[in-house]
Nanobody, 118 residues
Framework: QVQLVESGGGLVQPGGSLRLSCAAS????????MGWYRQDPGKQRELVAV???????NYADSVKGRFTISRDNAENTVYLQMNSLKPEDTAVYYC????????????WGRGTQVTVST
């Protein structure tokens, strides 16, 4: 099975920064896209950022200008640099990887908690 392992979460003050990492168990070239989602209790999981195998990126409006998604193919890792963090960014952040062949499938990490608070 494909495994995705997130790290880098924690407690940070408003205005601070964190960098999340997602290490994949296989070459990230095998995925059509990778991304980050987040979810707080009582809320639906939402897309935060996505990066395709062609390095096309897309962000939720709420994080544009503050978050940056990137990938290191040699290390099979995708990153999410989070700057100017706000309390509303508090959530469990999940790494996602998508394959389209031989059939469409989404893989998920277990999540890492990000808490933005004083």
């Amino acid at each position: 099975q494909v495994q995705l392992v997130e790290s880098g979460g924690g407690l940070v003050q408003p205005g601070g920064s964190l960098r999340l990492s997602c290490a994949a168990s296989e070459s990230i070239f095998s995925f059509n896209a990778m991304g980050w989602y987040r979810q707080d209790p009582g809320k639906q999981r939402e897309l935060v950022a996505v990066i395709t195998n062609g390095d096309i990126t897309n962000y939720a409006d709420s994080v544009k200008g503050r978050f940056t998604i990137s990938r290191d193919n040699a290390e099979n890792t995708v990153y999410l640099q989070m700057n100017s963090l706000k309390p509303e960014d508090t959530a469990v952040y999940y790494c996602n990887a998508r394959k389209l062949a031989p059939y469409e499938h989404n893989y998920w990490g277990r999540g890492t908690q990000v808490t933005v608070s004083t």
